[in-house]
């Protein structure tokens, strides 16, 4: 009966291991693909009226 409940524990602490390594898992993915977009985003220039080119608003 004690190697049941040991097995048990061990499965309980393997399951929680694996549910934190899949939340950071996430996090860790979000935050590169909003890196990546942020980098990747063009910059998209305009002509003021004294012919200068500056970055446009993003309105």
Do not use: C, H, S
């Not at 694996?18 to 942020?38: G, L, P, Q, S, W």
Request: hydrophobic share 35%; charged share 35%; proline share 3%.
């Amino acid at each position: 009966m004690p190697q049941l409940i040991a097995i048990g524990l061990i499965g309980g602490v393997v399951w929680y291991g694996y549910k934190a390594f899949k939340r950071e898992m996430d996090r860790i993915n979000t935050e590169t693909r909003a890196a990546e977009k942020k980098k990747t985003a063009k910059t998209i220039l305009k002509q003021d009226k004294d012919g200068v080119y500056r970055p446009m608003d993003d309105e």
